[in-house]
Each structure stands twice: as structure tokens, then as C-alpha cells.
């Protein structure tokens, strides 16, 4: 690794939210993830079909909470925030 690389720099954040959407709903081909920059975050936003909305919140939020945490473990430290998002 060089010296201006931080550790987790080539993580695909996008598609590692992805892998987790699709593995958790019954219909994996109406998901997207997309990424917006703004200015003091990076926003992965999940959209999914209205019949799989509750498995990717959880009971409580959980599993929302559970993306939630593994994206800012593996994010790169840019300086931004990373936020993911369920489109509803």
C-alpha cells in the first residue's frame, strides 16, 4: 500500500450496500443503490420494491442500523460522512 493510500480506499462501498440489499429481500432485481455526493456527505440510497421495505428497515430499525454501521466501518476517510438512506 503507498504511503497516500489510506486503508479501505478501494472499498466499493456502493456495491458492498447492494450485496447486503439483495441478500436480505425477496426480490433482489428491483433494487438499486445509488451514490450522491453532496458537499459534506456521501449518500448511498437504497431503493427497493414496497413489499420488501420491512426487510431491509428490520424489526425496530435493525437491520437499517446494521447497513448503517458496516458502511461507516469500511467507508473511506475522505473527511465526509458517510449516510446510507431507504427510499421509500
Partial sequence: MSSD????????????VEF???GLVDEPE???VNL?????AHVYEID???QDLGKIIG?????????????NC????????????ILE
Fill in 59 to 71: 424489526k425496530g430499525g435493525k437491520t437499517a442500523r446494521a447497513i448503517r454501521t458496516l458502511v
Fill in 48 to 50: 427497493v420494491g414496497q
Fill in 74 to 85: 469500511v467507508a473511506p476517510r475522505s473527511g465526509k460522512r458517510s449516510l446510507v438512506e
Fill in 5 to 16: 493510500q489510506s486503508p479501505g480506499s478501494d472499498v466499493d462501498v456502493r456495491g458492498l
Fill in 36 to 40: 450522491v455526493d453532496e458537499r459534506d
Fill in 30 to 32: 428491483q433494487v438499486e
Fill in 20 to 22: 447486503l440489499a439483495r
